[in-house]
């Protein structure tokens, strides 16, 4: 199983990026998919998740700027990110959580895949 994210990059305040995240080997469907980052000096936390019948939730920082979506056909998990603020600089990961919840679990130590990373830049 791979989790291959992308996307990241360097923008300004305000401005707005969209990480994808790519399964190989692992067929998502139905499975939950969440979004995790980890700040400079900072402990990694959650972002976002999905569940495999598109239950999602947010962490509190990140409601109304972003969206997580998916596209089962391309085992592939996006996060759009909008009004992005300094304080969203972090490397952000996508992870897997292969157990079927009715709600999409926000702990890490749910998720048992992991991919490497995406770093996100946001500039004052």
């Known amino acids: 199983v791979q989790l291959q994210a992308s996307g990241g990059g360097l923008v300004q305040a305000g401005g707005s990026l969209r990480l994808s995240c790519a399964a190989s080997?692992?067929?998502?469907?139905?499975?939950?998919m969440g979004w995790f980052r980890q700040a400079p000096g900072k402990e990694r936390e959650f972002v976002t998740t999905?569940?495999?019948?598109?239950?999602?939730r947010y962490a509190d920082s990140v409601k109304g700027r972003f969206t997580i979506s998916r596209d089962n056909a391309k085992s592939t998990v996006y996060l759009q990110m909008n009004s992005l603020k300094p304080e969203d600089t972090a490397v952000y990961y996508c992870?897997?959580?292969?157990?079927?919840?009715?709600?999409?679990?926000?702990?890490?130590?749910?998720?048992?895949?992991w991919g490497q990373g995406t770093q996100v830049t946001v500039s004052s």
């Open positions: 992870a897997v959580d292969r157990n079927l919840r009715v709600i999409p679990s926000i702990s890490q130590t749910d998720y048992d895949y």
């Open positions: 080997g692992l067929i998502i469907s139905t499975y939950t």
């Open positions: 999905i569940s495999g019948r598109s239950v999602t």
